[in-house]
T-cell receptor, first 111, second 115 residues
Framework: DAKTTQPPSMDCAEGRAANLPCNHS???????VYWYRQIHSQGPQYIIH???NNETNEMASLIITEDRKSSTLILPHATLRDTAVYYC????????????FGEGTQLTVNP | EPEVTQTPSHQVTQMGQEVILRCVPI?????FYWYRQILGQKVEFLVS????????KSEIFDDQFSVERPDGSNFTLKIRSTKLEDSAMYFC?????????????FGPGTRLTVL
């Protein structure tokens, strides 16, 4: 799996968009970008994934650069409950494979 | 919405004792996982299980660990002789047979404390 780099921490005001960056310059053509989050000691929660097109679901949007070397997870209207550690994981989309979690970004949403 | 459940939420045991952590994955899922997270550290993969056998395991998953799917619903992690360093949160996860991607759904975890 390709290595990812994320800032260790970020702050965001409640109601504003939270933009979480991830660098994955060694990503290969068959690797997807996955985002998970972990709210204080709870189990990690899947957010979104993508290959090269931008993706949106009810939780977030994922913007992947054209060269696929970086991506941004966008929470359009952050709430206090979005305070969590966000993990960017790059991996091949094969069945059964492990998830390798890095340090992630601690996002703190402030009132 | 279906979810992964785990019991107990907190287990306290003495060093050297055996513990069994239980998980009920989402009912139509076919792939099952255990991860652990030592306090203040990263989430670490332990083992994956598919078609009634281990499909992948990490270097952490040594002979002290075993997994089992004793019936059609439960998935268990057994630690035969617990050590102090086994104290951690243990997360069970499951996913379906394919389709959209590698979304794994995690349970709330069991906090294991070894004294």
């Amino acid at each position: 799996d390709a290595k990812t780099t994320q800032p260790p921490s970020m702050d965001c005001a409640e109601g504003r968009a939270a933009n979480l960056p991830c660098n994955h310059s060694t990503i290969s053509g068959n690797e997807y970008v996955y985002w998970y989050r972990q709210i204080h000691s709870q189990g990690p929660q899947y957010i979104i994934h993508g290959l090269k097109n931008n993706e949106t679901n009810e939780m977030a949007s994922l913007i992947i650069t054209e060269d696929r070397k970086s991506s941004t997870l966008i929470l359009p209207h952050a709430t206090l409950r979005d305070t969590a550690v966000y993990y960017c994981i790059v991996r091949v989309k094969t069945s059964g494979s492990r998830l390798t979690f890095g340090e992630g970004t601690q996002l703190t949403v402030n009132p | 919405e279906p979810e992964v459940t785990q019991t107990p939420s907190h287990q306290v045991t003495q060093m050297g004792q055996e513990v069994i952590l239980r998980c009920v994955p989402i009912s139509n899922h076919l792939y099952f996982y255990w991860y652990r997270q030592i306090l203040g550290q990263k989430v670490e993969f332990l083992v994956s299980f598919y078609n009634n056998e281990i499909s992948e395991k990490s270097e952490i998953f040594d002979d002290q660990f075993s997994v089992e799917r004793p019936d059609g619903s439960n998935f268990t992690l057994k630690i035969r002789s617990t050590k102090l360093e086994d104290s951690a949160m243990y997360f069970c996860a499951s996913r379906d047979s394919g389709g959209a991607g590698n979304e794994q759904f995690f349970g709330p975890g069991t906090r294991l404390t070894v004294l």
